[in-house]
C-alpha cells in the first residue's frame, strides 16, 4: 500500500513556541504528543498536519523549502502580515525585488515562508498554505509524485509541481540550479502507512523509486520513523504501522 503524507516536521530549538506561532497564523489547532512533540492541524479535515520536534542544528542559510500562503484581497494578505508579526515574526530579504507582491517574513526560529498577493493564478485551487516551496531538482518532483501518487499538475522548463486528487496545497521545485545541501534539513516529510501495511515492502518501493535508506545502522529507526533520504538527499521519514 501506498504511503501517504502525514505531516510535514519542523526541527525547532523551542517545539512549543514554534507551534503555537504557526497555529496563530494558520488558526489550526494544536495537539500534544509526547515529550516535546507538538502538533498543528486544520480541524475537520484529513489533509496533512505540521509537527513540531525537537532539534538544536544551526540555521546555514535558506531552507530547502519554505511555505507560500495564499490571500484572498490585499487587505486579507495585510491582516496575515500583521498577525504573523503579533506572534512573533518578522521582515527578511532573501532578494525579492521591491516591485514583487508578495511579502517575505520568517518565523521566531529563522524559518522563511511567503504571504503571496491576491490573484495568483497558480494558487488559486489550493488553500491558505498554497504551496510548500522546495528547492529541488525535476528528478525529485517525479520521484514525490510516484512515491505519493500524487499527479504531476505543473512539469515545465525543469520546474515541477504535484498536488494531492483531493486538491489543496500544493508541493513545487524549482528546479537548476539547486543550492548544495548543508547539514540537516529544518523540515522534512513525514509518511505513514494504513495499519498492518508492509512496512519494509514499502521501504522496497520507495528504494526502486530513488530513495536510499540510512547506512548508520540501528539508528536509522527514530521512534517508530524509518529514516531515509529522497533523490536530492533530503530526509525523509516513513512511520511503522501500528
Known amino acids: 500500500m501506498t504511503s501517504q503524507l502525514f505531516a510535514i516536521c519542523f526541527r525547532a530549538t523551542r517545539p512549543s513556541d514554534l ?4 497555529s496563530g497564523v494558520l488558526g489550526w489547532e494544536i495537539t500534544e504528543g509526547p515529550g516535546e512533540d507538538f502538533a498543528i492541524l486544520l480541524s475537520g479535515t484529513s489533509g496533512f498536519r505540521i509537527r513540531f520536534l525537537p532539534g538544536q542544528e544551526p540555521k546555514t542559510g535558506q531552507n530547502r523549502a519554505h511555505f507560500d500562503l495564499t490571500s484572498a ?18 521582515h527578511i530579504h532573501v532578494g525579492q525585488l521591491p516591485e514583487e507582491g508578495h511579502v517575505v517574513l520568517a518565523d521566531p526560529d529563522g524559518n522563511e515562508f511567503c504571504v503571496i498577493e491576491p490573484g ?5 485551487d489550493t488553500g491558505f498554505i498554497g504551496a510548500l516551496a522546495c528547492d529541488g531538482t525535476q528528478e525529485v518532483g517525479y520521484f514525490w509524485s510516484e512515491a505519493l501518487r500524487w499527479p504531476l499538475v505543473w512539469d515545465q522548463d525543469e520546474e515541477t509541481a504535484i498536488q494531492s486528487p483531493d486538491g489543496g496545497t500544493k508541493i513545487t521545485w524549482g528546479g537548476p540550479p539547486v543550492a548544495p545541501k548543508t547539514g540537516t534539513n529544518r523540515l522534512s516529510f513525514e509518511l505513514a502507512l494504513p495499519s498492518g501495511a508492509d512496512w519494509q515492502a514499502e521501504a522496497g518501493r520507495l528504494i526502486s523509486l530513488g530513495a536510499t535508506r540510512s547506512e548508520t545502522g540501528k539508528g536509522d529507526v527514530e521512534g ?8 536530492d538527499g533530503n530526509e525523509f521519514f516513513v512511520q511503522r504501522p501500528r
Open 73 to 90: 484581497t490585499p487587505e486579507d494578505q495585510r491582516r496575515t502580515v500583521t498577525r504573523a508579526l503579533a506572534y512573533g515574526g518578522r
Open 19 to 22: 507551534a503555537r506561532f504557526w
Open 224 to 231: 517508530g520513523r524509518m529514516l531515509m533520504f529522497d533523490p
Open 120 to 124: 495568483n493564478k497558480f494558487l488559486a
